[in-house]
């Protein structure tokens, strides 16, 4: 087996913790012994043990490490945090060689667990499927570098990008299975933020529903009154405790608060107003858009703020792909913005 085949095993198992982690990164291992896979394992929640010590338990005889190698999708951890340095632990288990696939993003840890591994007289390889490995952590990646919130544009609109719903059709403008999908998006955040007007027009629960064993993000309303109706289900319901409201307060102001708090990863739902202001501030990093096959009109648009004064100002959307489930589409990408000095270049005089 190569290097890169056992790596995506350990990508395999990392994904399982996907969501599950934060303010961790979610991390996989595998340990190899004779050519065989004989254990693996993957961080599951914050406080609880990391991959490596995972996969260790997870060996029939702890003997086995001697002499093996494991593989690890992001460099172990050299400091004492809610749990002992997997560093550590690989070294006192005897293994030969440790792979890793990305270093720690953290500057105060990385490149430390590697030299501390090599010092011990362990060989190590790195960057191995790095780009894969860092990809499974971007949100974790930018805020240890910014100790800001990744941020997710998410509406659900017409073709016509409006989030107005016809008379007498419900709530609801895309269909079950791409509610389905923004739940599971949903499972993979730390916080949903939307405004007081969505909160007020649509009572939402911002709730995961329909995923095994999903956290519940906060949920963040931010207003500029603070008039919010106190009956609804965010501030009544069994997860209150995990409700926020910040009342006249930047929406850059409150992502920097979110930061302090952990939180590293937002989705904002809306509305149109909260995701104009988003954009016009340059604070959206990946959009996740639900479109449905509907022509509705009207005036309550997805995308609302200021806008931009030419196509050249405009932000593109770089990377995007097209899912389709079932009559709707899913576009997602990332958010690029053009520099000041660029789009004015390109701005007809």
């Known amino acids: 087996m190569h290097d890169e085949d056992i790596m995506r095993a350990a990508l395999r198992e990392a994904r399982r913790g996907v969501g599950q982690t934060s303010p961790n990164p979610a991390v996989g291992a595998v340990i190899v012994r004779g050519g065989r896979m004989v254990a693996r394992g993957f961080h599951r929640r914050a406080g609880l043990p990391h991959a490596e010590i995972e996969a260790l338990q997870a060996l029939r005889n702890p003997r086995l490490a001697a002499g093996a190698t494991i593989y690890v999708t992001l460099e172990p951890c050299s400091t004492h945090g809610r749990t002992p340095p997997c560093v550590d632990a690989i070294v006192a288990a005897g293994f030969r060689r440790v792979v890793i696939g990305a270093i720690d993003p953290n500057p105060v840890h990385a490149g430390r667990g590697v030299e501390l591994l090599r010092a011990a007289g362990i060989a190590v390889t790195t960057g191995v499927l790095e780009e894969e490995c860092r990809a499974l952590n971007t949100a974790f990646n930018h805020w240890i570098a910014t100790k800001m919130p990744l941020v997710i544009a998410k509406a659900a609109m017409s073709l016509d990008g409006r989030l107005t719903r016809p008379p007498g059709e419900g709530q609801w403008l895309t269909n079950a299975a791409a509610r389905a999908d923004a739940h599971r998006l949903r499972a993979q955040v730390d916080a949903i933020l939307i405004g007081a007007e969505t909160l007020r027009a649509d009572n939402p629960r911002l709730t995961v529903r329909g995923v095994r064993g999903a956290r519940q993000p ?13 009956e609804a289900h965010v501030f009544t319901d069994e997860f209150r405790e995990r409700t926020l409201v910040f009342r006249g307060t930047s929406l850059r102001a409150v992502l920097q608060e979110l930061g302090r708090r952990q939180v590293t990863n937002v989705l904002i739902e809306g509305g149109g107003r909260v995701l104009g202001e988003a954009f016009d501030r340059r ?33 593109i959307i770089r990377h995007p792909t097209y899912t389709r489930i079932g009559d709707d589409l899913r576009l997602t990408g990332e958010v690029e913005y053009p520099s000041k000095v660029a789009a004015a270049s390109r701005t007809p005089g």
Do not use: D, E, M
């Not at 906060?218 to 106190?230: E, I, N």
């Open 218 to 230: 906060w949920r963040v309303v931010v207003t500029r009154s603070g008039r919010l109706p106190k």
């Open 283 to 315: 604070l959206v990093h990946r959009v996740h858009f639900y479109i449905a096959p509907l022509l509705c009109g009207g005036p309550v648009v997805a995308v609302g703020g200021v806008g931009v004064g030419s196509n050249a100002q405009s932000a």
